[in-house]
């Protein structure tokens, strides 16, 4: 049998960095709004939305590079960043369906502008519930069943590596 590593943070807990900055949310915010807009066009003319976290990762480790922010800063502005995606995928497959099946007929009215507003505010709380009772699961295993997370982690690392690893990964997105 294979033997467990044990799980080994990036920044241990005793280190003194920033996380939670005003700067690191108006990015990450900023990028929800750009990057959920374009996965909704996609999603609605392909049927198909691609995953926003690599890009999310990449462009906020270069925009708070500029501003010496810490990495933890970074994981905030790519998890915020990459919640638009989610939320656009939720609204494209489901609200479609409701007017597809007639149930909201006439679509454009108040009332039901304000039902799709809400449906969409509890999938997002929900999410972010799921995602706390799973945070141990999909965090902090190191065999994590899903890479998504770990790739993402690989990308903030190597911008953090001092080589021209950050360079790379920005000029391979921008190509």
């Known amino acids: ?6 799980f080994v943070p990036f920044v241990s807990a005793e280190t003194n960095m920033k996380e939670f900055t005003l700067r690191a949310l108006l990015i990450g915010l900023v990028m929800s709004v750009v990057l959920g807009a374009a996965n909704a066009y996609l999603g609605l003319k392909a049927g198909m939305t691609i995953a926003a976290v690599y890009p999310a990762a990449v462009v906020g480790m270069a925009l708070l590079k500029l501003v010496k922010g810490s990495i933890l800063e970074e994981n905030l502005a790519r998890t915020v960043g990459a919640i638009g995606e989610s ?3 939720g609204a494209i497959f489901t609200l479609p369906a409701f007017f597809v099946a007639g149930l ?3 679509f454009f009215t108040p009332g039901n502008y304000l039902t799709s507003t809400l449906i969409l505010i509890a999938g997002g709380f929900l999410g972010i519930m799921f995602v706390a009772l799973l945070r141990r699961v999909m965090v902090e295993s190191t065999e994590l069943p899903f890479p998504e997370s770990v790739a993402a982690a690989e990308i903030h690392k190597a911008g953090r590596s001092g080589g021209g690893g950050s360079k790379f990964l920005f000029q391979a997105m921008i190509v």
């Open 87 to 89: 939320v656009a995928a």
């Open 104 to 106: 909201w007929d006439p």
């Open 1 to 6: 049998m294979s033997e467990v590593k044990k």
